[in-house]
């Protein structure tokens, strides 16, 4: 995913204070060096890249062409620091510390990743830095972020994590539709009773707050016929990631996806699985014919096996879900006639459901889904989408 960032930089404030008891969040490594009486900032805080404003922003975050966003200042003696970046129209969060007298690039340097959420485009970011022993912070500034518009080159097939060594395949960002026609959710839909449809919302381009981006998933519903299926989406075709996913152990793949609850007890997500269980027989399939298969508009569920997982969402706001292929199960009421086993390399679609579980007649239940994954060999973790 490439697309070209400025950053402009804002300053708001620049603050140097005397004593005053604070705690940084915790100690790095053990070490708590709290300011003494005589604590001076000697250089001013300074902002500063390699390459004065042009950065890079794809997967592995806002990389600077040779270098990253830097915070430059000395200090009269050694403290504990701790510099926090926050966006300001999402939850996104940085935090970064540590113990010397000086600041730079040897100790602090951001490349745009986040410790959970992520910074959104045309975004403004406010960093902060505080040290411990001071009571309000010894700089804060915001910075403005300009970007240019997504492309898809970096999801089109998986790619390695360089932090987890995980094989990572984004399945849907929930950005990009033009780029993934096939395997791209579809457009939301609801069960056929009447009142459900008549009580039911669903939103392809959610756009309140998303984990990442501009979009997310969302759907609402009421279950009135008891069925505890109320609305789902399923990718373009359920045969779309067909070839994509190559380990065959269901103990290492991973189903990876944020999902944000809203408080609306009963609510859960049920999260279907289609295998393409001809896949593969007898010899490895080639190029072509995993193209057509991934392109075919009718699904066999008597032949192929279809699995499920009902998760609970009994939370709120956003949190990252990682499911064990092998904890799928044969779906009720579309167990399927495949071979009974759970097999990843077989994975074709998938399925995302809202259910009232357990069900409850005319309750209103509504969840929001983000950034789906497949992850081989460990879960997927924030940093996974950065490195």
């Excluded at 940084?24 to 390699?50: E, Q, R």
């Amino acid at each position: 995913m490439n697309k070209v960032i400025k950053y402009v930089f804002v300053l708001l404030s620049l603050i140097v204070l005397g004593s005053c008891k604070r705690t940084i969040d915790k100690p790095v490594d053990g070490k708590y060096k709290p300011a003494s009486a005589d604590f001076n900032v000697l250089d001013k805080v300074k902002y500063a890249d390699f390459t004065e404003g042009s950065v890079l922003f794809r997967r592995k975050g806002l990389i600077f062409g040779g270098g990253y966003l830097y915070l430059k200042s000395l200090f009269n003696e050694t403290v504990s620091w701790q510099v926090t970046i926050s966006a300001k129209n999402s939850s996104a969060i940085k935090k970064i510390r540590g113990v010397s007298a000086q600041l730079d690039t040897s100790n602090f340097k951001w490349a745009g990743e986040s410790d959970f959420s992520f910074f959104k485009e045309s975004d403004s970011a406010r960093i902060t830095l505080t040290v411990d022993g001071i009571d309000k912070p010894v700089s804060d500034t915001t910075i403005i972020i300009n970007t240019t518009k997504v492309t898809a080159s970096d999801f089109m097939n998986p790619y390695i994590s360089s932090v987890t060594k995980t094989r990572v395949l984004i399945v849907d960002n929930m950005e990009l539709a033009t780029d993934f026609p096939k395997r791209k959710m579809s457009s939301p839909y609801s069960d056929t009773e009447p009142l459900e449809k008549e009580a039911y919302k669903g939103n392809a381009s959610y756009p309140f707050d998303p984990i990442e981006g501009k979009k997310s998933f969302y759907l609402e519903g009421r279950d009135f016929n008891l069925n505890t299926y109320i609305a789902g989406t399923t990718t373009n075709t359920l045969t779309a990631l067909a070839g994509f996913v190559k380990n065959t152990n269901p103990d290492s793949v991973y189903v990876n996806v944020y999902v944000r609850g809203f408080g609306d007890v009963n609510t859960a997500l049920n999260i279907v699985l289609y295998e393409v269980d001809t896949l593969n027989k007898g010899s490895k399939n080639t190029q072509s014919e995993l193209n057509k298969i991934r392109e075919a508009t009718t699904y066999d569920n008597i032949n192929n096996d279809v699995l499920q997982y009902l998760l609970p969402v009994d939370w709120v706001g956003w949190k990252l879900v990682s499911i064990k292929y092998s904890q799928f199960r044969a779906h009720n009421s579309q167990g399927g006639g495949g071979n009974k086993l759970n097999e990843p390399n077989k994975l074709g679609g998938f399925a995302f459901e809202l259910s009232s579980s357990p069900n409850m007649v005319n309750t209103k239940v509504s969840l929001a889904f983000d950034l789906i994954s497949i992850t081989e060999g460990a879960p997927f973790v924030h940093e996974d989408y950065f490195k």
